[in-house]
């Protein structure tokens, strides 16, 4: 089991003939994920081999889906064509849309986000490192030899970040772990994926990590009060972040007392959640919690 993304995945690759779009296509095809196929109408009924593996390209996401019965796109576009690729991908009903593009105009998300509303399509992203079910599947970047499958679930605001949790508790595995993105409008967030993680039965804690800015961790820690019974582990980036700077993610600006990391770990305390001062610390709690499951 894992949440949004598994074994039968068909994933196609939004701008898979790009520099970005092609190297990280060859390294999913290597980590084991199920590539079927690239989107690009100026190259569509072209091929191109990456990683080994001979793969169409078709002119759009209805005619990938249509040909190949891809569930999940990954788009690696330059940002001016991202809300375009958003939308198309969405009017084709794709089930799973996971946008990798940092630097996407926050206007262009807002429309994106408001594009969603009422449709099939889950999105994540943007400016995240996507999604990796460990020995199953992986759409975007994460890389996929640093943990196995095991009973962890994370969701991070911060790719890095994602990648040294998963390498601090690779002896445990993860289920799933999903990078959500720092920009201040995401498709998936926190909240959504906790609940999944909640609904997994093969899931059993859950390490969540946030950062500065905006109050998203604390509805999370609100929403885990109310209605997740696993136990969960948590890690706030940027406890010494100075006021009122925008730092790195463009969603992590603090402002007064909301947003800094004091009090979003206090919100999370006052939810049951541990907090862990650093990863390595809130690593170190879940090994806890691990050891007594």
Do not use: W
């Amino acid at each position: 089991m894992a949440i949004y993304l598994n074994s039968d995945s068909k994933i196609i690759v939004q701008g898979m003939t790009g520099g970005m779009g092609a190297k990280h296509t060859t390294l999913m095809v290597e980590s084991g994920a199920n590539i079927v196929g690239g989107v690009n109408a100026r190259k569509a009924g072209t091929t191109v081999e990456l990683g080994g593996k001979e793969l169409p390209v078709f002119g759009t996401v209805e005619e990938a889906m249509k040909e190949t019965g891809a569930d999940v796109s990954v788009a690696f576009v330059p940002p001016a064509f991202t809300k375009d690729a958003c939308i198309e991908a969405i009017d084709a009903e794709i089930p799973l849309l996971v946008v990798i593009t940092e630097g996407v105009p926050v206007q262009d998300t807002a429309e994106v986000f408001a594009y969603l509303e009422g449709k099939s399509t889950r999105m994540i992203g943007p400016n995240c490192p996507g999604i990796i079910s460990p020995e199953q599947s992986l759409a975007g970047i994460t890389p996929h030899t640093i943990a196995g499958k095991g009973p962890i679930g994370l969701v991070s605001k911060s790719g890095t970040l994602t990648y040294q949790m998963m390498y601090e508790l690779r002896d445990f595995g993860f289920t799933t772990a999903i990078g959500i993105g720092g920009d201040p409008i995401i498709g998936t967030t926190h909240i959504d994926a906790l609940q999944a993680f909640e609904d997994d039965p093969e899931t059993k804690a859950i390490v969540m990590i946030g950062e500065i800015g905006g109050d998203a961790e604390e509805r999370a820690a609100a929403y885990i009060k109310a209605n997740i019974t696993k136990p969960v582990v948590g890690y706030v980036a940027g406890f010494t972040a100075p006021e009122g700077k925008t730092m790195g993610h463009a969603g992590a600006i603090v402002s007064g007392s909301s947003g800094t990391a004091q009090a979003k770990k206090e919100a999370l305390e006052a939810a049951g959640v541990k907090v862990g001062k650093t990863p390595s610390e809130t690593a170190a709690l879940m090994r806890e919690i691990m050891q007594n499951l």
